[in-house]
């Protein structure tokens, strides 16, 4: 899976993503097919099930997920999602035999932080000395 299971990202709103699944060492069968469960594009629903359930309200468990299929290609199945919100969201794809069984990859969700497009350049880095402050800040040498 790329990104790889448990992957930490950060990107910005109006980035796309490409989200790829293969089968390890052996060609995909032709009848199965993948789908990308994610809270991506969810922000609101999210927000709504976290404010409801802190509120003590009746909550509709993990209504912000949502199954998005993809498309195969030659080496396994794909597909870009447009970034178009701030949160933190969760990805993980999976593959469906001809059962419907799922068949998923090992390790926990990949997470994708999207911070607001402004934010992406012109920051300043603010870097402190911390041993030059409170007790050894009249010292020669702290010991180091």
Known sequence: MSPAPGERLLRFVGDTMIFKLRVENSTPPKKWQARLRTNLGRAAARRKEIISAHAGQAVVANSSWRDVPMQKTADGWQIELPLAEVGWFQVKAYL????NWQHWPDGSDAGISVH?????????????????????KNL???GR
């Open 116 to 136: 607001p497009n402004f934010t992406r350049t012109a920051n300043t880095i603010y870097c402190a000395f911390t041993r030059l402050f409170g007790a050894t």
């Open 140 to 142: 020669a040498s702290t």
């Open 96 to 99: 469906l035999d001809e059962k």
